[in-house]
């Protein structure tokens, strides 16, 4: 079996022997599995769950620090898509419920042989495979409804059919449309390519259908998906973590996906589509890009929404030198006119209001003196020249908002560690939620631009507290614990070990200072 079909396995159980047994004894590659590491307690076990991503959990539903079951709990909310097996010598009713409770895909009990647990985990195995292959399957029948999102998305044709008719249309051939409804748009490439014919389509549909209306078909080196809620998108963050995660394990990489703004007419599909292109492509990595909230409509002729939609463009991507130029040629045609000027002016400022965040717009037009109505004697040259100054200076912004969007939330996160990290309930789900982002969003993020997991960030945040307050006096070890986000002083003095190597108690007497337990 290739190293890319086997299924990723983490063991968790606080007996040591078992553990150890469980680990080295059992044929791994054999069954169909990679053991990533193994852990003694439910805290190490979502440690490495966080870091390792794995397919499958294997754990005592009673361990120490963080029971199994509220261990399940917390991994659900990281990564709703892992697999968890309980191991437990726990056989009543209570545990059992705890179990469904917690959905686990099996319940093992103590003592157990090696060879029952081998059979046992080829059983997972064939359920892990059974659940794959059926996101993998063949096609689903729904060539007239892509054919139709293509050419709504790419062709731009829906323009000439009302949109009572369009609805109409797509509500025949089974996208759910009834009105009023959401409409969002997703662009998604995989950085080694797409496989052949509609695979990655079938398996994006198959996850997106879950949550809302969805149709999915490939456009050249993208998967494009039209999806469409009649009660919001409250969940699309759930839903592109689960998507992720099912093109990451069946087709080998995770994609960027580009996330266009909300809108409420199929009518505006195709311009849609090109915002989702825009924030895939113009995204850094794998994950979720979002352009941000829908520009609202601008009125005009088709040579005004060419320009409007050019200028966007350069704003959103372009580069400074194209922008200047093509602010020449629109002052150009404006002839110097004070309404053509003025035209150019709106145009960017309602590009600007609907791409930066709230406030910052505002603050842009009152440093190029365009906040307060215009005075008359304000000349063509200068309401050019301020103009121009509110473009490029926009244009900045964007750049930055879009290479440092990732980094404002992982600064907004360590600033809530910095100032919380006292708070036993501070969590990365309770944090995730504050932010409007998934879990695992905010993990893999936090990963990836802060160097290190958010409960390891968080640990460390705390650990470096409880030694300063070691060194500051002779606090019981209880009442530290406390005020470094530890209500079991057991739990904390665990932490505290594995990061410093020593226990609370020791570090306090190698230092001088009086042992107060």
């Known amino acids: 079996m290739r190293e890319d079909e086997l299924f990723s396995v983490i063991v968790a159980d606080d007996e040591e022997e078992l553990r150890e047994a469980v680990c080295g004894l059992i044929d791994w590659e054999g069954i169909g599995f990679r053991l990533l590491g193994s852990a003694g307690n439910g805290l190490d076990a979502l440690q490495m769950v966080e870091q390792l991503q794995p397919d499958l959990l294997l754990t005592d539903i009673h361990m120490p620090f963080i029971s199994g079951t509220s261990l399940a709990r917390q991994v659900r909310e990281l990564q709703p898509l892992i697999q968890i097996a309980f191991l437990s010598g726990y056989d009543d009713f209570e545990y059992a419920r705890a179990a469904i409770d917690c959905d686990v895909i099996a319940y093992l009990l103590k003592p157990i042989s090696m060879e029952e647990l081998t059979k046992a985990l080829r059983d997972i195995h064939e359920k892990l495979e059974a659940k794959f292959s059926d996101f993998a399957g ?22 000439e059919q009302s949109e009572e008719r369009l609805r109409e249309s797509l509500a025949e051939l089974g996208l759910v449309a009834t009105a009023p409804y959401e409409l969002t748009v997703l662009a998604a490439r995989l950085p080694g390519g797409l496989p052949p014919g509609q695979r990655a389509a079938q398996i994006a549909d198959r996850v997106l259908k879950k949550y809302f209306g969805s149709c999915s078909f490939v456009s050249g080196e993208r ?4 999806l469409v809620s009649e009660v919001g998108f409250s969940r699309l963050g759930t839903a592109l973590d689960e998507l992720l995660y099912m093109l990451r394990r069946l087709l080998g990489s995770a994609p960027a996906i580009g996330v266009s703004r909300k809108f ?16 895939q492509r113009f995204s850094s990595g794998e994950g979720v890009h979002k352009i941000g909230e829908m520009i609202q409509d601008r009125a005009g002729d088709r040579e005004r929404e060419d320009s409007a939609e050019e200028l966007e463009k350069l704003l959103q991507s372009g580069s400074r030198p194209a922008l200047e130029k093509y602010l020449g040629e629109l002052f150009g045609r404006a002839g110097g006119g004070q309404i053509g000027l ?8 309602n590009l600007l209001e609907g791409a930066l965040p709230p406030g910052q717009a505002a603050l842009l037009l009152r440093r190029c003196g365009l906040d307060k109505p215009l005075d008359e004697g304000l000349g063509p040259e200068e309401l050019q020249r301020r103009t121009a100054d509110l473009c490029l200076a926009g244009q900045s912004l964007l750049s930055e908002s879009r290479r440092d969007g990732v980094s404002l939330l992982c600064e907004r996160t360590m600033k809530i560690i910095e100032q919380e990290y006292m708070d036993e309930g501070l969590s990365l789900g309770s944090v995730s939620e504050r932010l409007h982002v998934s879990p695992n969003y905010l993990s893999a993020n936090m990963k990836k631009h802060a160097g290190d997991t958010f409960i390891n960030l968080l640990i460390k945040r705390r650990m470096e507290a409880a030694r300063g307050l070691l060194g500051a006096g002779n606090m019981k070890i209880a009442e530290l614990a406390r005020r470094c986000g530890y209500a079991d002083q057991h739990y904390f003095s665990y932490c505290f070990k594995k990061y410093y190597g020593v226990s609370p108690a020791k570090m306090r007497r190698e230092n001088g200072g009086e042992s107060r337990e």
Do not use: K, M, P, Y
């Open 138 to 159: 063949g096609g689903d029948g729904a060539g007239a409804l892509r054919l139709a999102a293509a050419s709504l998305l790419l062709d731009g044709c829906a323009g």
């Open 223 to 226: 998967i494009l998906s039209l």
């Open 264 to 279: 409420d007419r199929f009518t505006r599909c195709h311009s849609a589509c090109r915002e989702a292109v825009d924030a």
């Open 342 to 349: 003025l035209r150019v002016l709106v145009t960017a400022q």
